[in-house]
């Protein structure tokens, strides 16, 4: 069965400071994997993906993930934080077109 | 906008009574999904849709819950009987090539 761990609860950083989500997965097939962020008080966006090909995959706001397959893990990193990119971001995977398996949910808090 | 739209996005009920909620897609798309989000918690699937044929359900989809898509357009979620624990977002889905966009949801509170 499909599962998604995302260990950090909340994550604090200060603006302008480097941060990375962390994600990993199990599945027993070849996946696709998504993060999707949720701004306060809006609803789900999709903010990146990994379908195939190249393992980094780019957000337009500047976020990245890469896909690492022996390590099961697709983590989330963007070089500098803006206050507009507090929110609660979702790691999920899928085995194709049916249902989406999402992590608990990481709290990014930016400080000024 | 993800093209999906959700109504009504605010309902309170009291335990017991049923409560039904609509997904209205804008454009085109064979599939729909519905989840449920508790406060804290990522997405839980519920229940998939291919066109008007429901293909999935989860386990968490008891007896009191039931979905249609009855011409494979807009979809509604009845849950009979509420309790207090059904109290959550129910988010609707529509389903890309691989990834799924969002509606807003409906946020249900059980009193």
């Known amino acids: 069965a499909q599962s998604v761990t995302q260990l950090d609860s909340q994550v604090p950083v200060f603006e302008e400071a480097p941060v990375e989500l962390r994600c990993n997965y199990s599945?027993?097939?070849?996946?696709?994997l998504f993060w999707y962020v949720q701004y306060p008080n809006q609803g789900l966006q999709l903010l990146l993906k990994y379908l195939s090909g190249s393992t980094l995959v780019e957000s337009i706001n500047g976020f990245e993930a890469e896909f690492n397959k022996s390590q099961t893990s697709f983590h989330l990193r963007k070089p500098s934080v803006h206050i507009s990119d507090t929110a609660e971001y979702f790691c999920a995977v899928s085995e194709g077109a049916s249902k989406i398996i999402f992590g608990s949910g990481t709290r990014l808090s930016i400080r000024p | 906008d993800t093209g999906v739209s959700q109504n009504p996005r605010h309902k309170i009920t009291k335990r017991g009574q049923n409560v039904t909620f609509r997904c209205d897609p804008i454009?085109?798309?064979?599939?729909l999904y519905w989840y449920r989000q508790t406060l804290g918690q990522g997405p839980e699937f519920l229940t998939y849709?291919?066109?008007?044929?429901?293909?999935?359900k989860s386990r968490l989809l008891s007896d009191r819950f039931s979905a249609e898509r009855p011409k494979g357009s807009f979809s509604t979620l009845e849950i009979q009987r509420t309790e207090q624990g059904d109290s959550a977002m129910y988010l609707c889905a529509m389903g890309g090539s691989y990834e799924q966009y969002f509606g807003p949801g409906t946020r249900l509170t059980v009193t």
């Open positions: 599945s027993s097939v070849s996946v696709y």
């Open positions: 849709f291919q066109n008007e044929a429901q293909l999935e």
């Open positions: 454009s085109e798309h064979n599939r």
